[in-house]
């Protein structure tokens, strides 16, 4: 079993709809990435997190420690947002990234 | 823009060649990994460092190497290169020497023929 999973693996959705990608992790972390990876190559870091909720715009990010979970949530998807979204934990034992298989987002007009 | 920045954007050689990329961190960022990703996969780490120093090793080949130096910037060196070689190579930098947030570079895209 990975450390970090991700659910779904590929997502096609509407322009509008609401989404939710997961994250699960089964180690001790200092703190969980979502970033961004366009079709070009580009990797964008969206959220740092260690505990909480973080907004940016249309992006939510959630994680709850004690369930070992986080959430990525786009509001109002847009076309642009089509891209893979990439969780990645830093181990607390030692600091290293541990990354999920990523996430493919597909928002259709 | 990161501010991380990586050169050459593209290049392309024969089997058997060495390459050497190299990384320009953000200004002030100590740490820089190296990471691979082949067609359609994911990110694989190879090599981490923290102010010139080695601090992680992650599924690098031997034939693989890399060095951070003084002012930080890093290079990473493939020699004896194969056609599985062939992929994208991210730089990317972070504040501490535990994983801050991270900023990646736009990637060296290496065609190995």
């Known amino acids: 079993k990975n450390e970090v999973e991700q659910s779904p693996q590929n997502l096609t959705a509407q322009e509008g709809e609401f989404i939710t990608i997961n994250c699960s992790y089964s180690?001790?972390?200092?703190?969980l990435h979502w970033l961004q990876q366009h079709p070009g190559g580009g990797i964008v870091s969206l959220f740092m997190?260690?505990?909480?909720?973080k907004k940016h715009g249309r992006l939510i990010a959630t994680i709850n420690i004690q369930e070992k979970h986080s959430s990525l949530h786009i509001t109002a998807s847009h076309p642009r947002d089509s891209a893979v979204y990439i969780c990645?934990?830093?181990?607390?034992?030692?600091?290293?990234?541990?990354w999920g298989a990523g996430t493919k987002l597909i928002i259709k007009p | 823009d990161s501010g991380v920045t990586q050169t050459p954007k593209h290049l392309i050689t024969a089997t058997g060649q060495r390459v050497t990329l190299r990384c320009s961190p953000r200004?002030?960022?100590?740490?820089v990994y190296w990471y691979q990703q082949s067609l359609d996969q994911g990110l694989q780490f190879l090599i981490q460092?923290?102010?010139?120093?080695?601090?992680a090793k992650g599924n690098i080949l031997e034939r693989f190497s890399a060095q951070q130096f003084p002012d930080l910037h890093s290079e990473l060196n493939l020699s004896s290169l194969e056609l599985g070689d062939s992929a994208l190579y991210f730089c990317?930098?972070?504040?501490?020497?535990?994983?801050?947030?991270?900023?990646f570079g736009e990637g060296s895209r290496l065609t190995v023929l």
């Open positions: 990317a930098s972070s504040a501490g020497g535990w994983t801050g947030e991270l900023f």
């Open positions: 200004s002030g960022d100590l740490s």
């Open positions: 460092y923290y102010n010139g120093e080695e601090r």
């Open positions: 180690v001790g972390i200092s703190a």
């Open positions: 997190l260690s505990s909480g909720k």
């Open positions: 990645a934990v830093s181990a607390k034992s030692n600091y290293q990234l541990i």
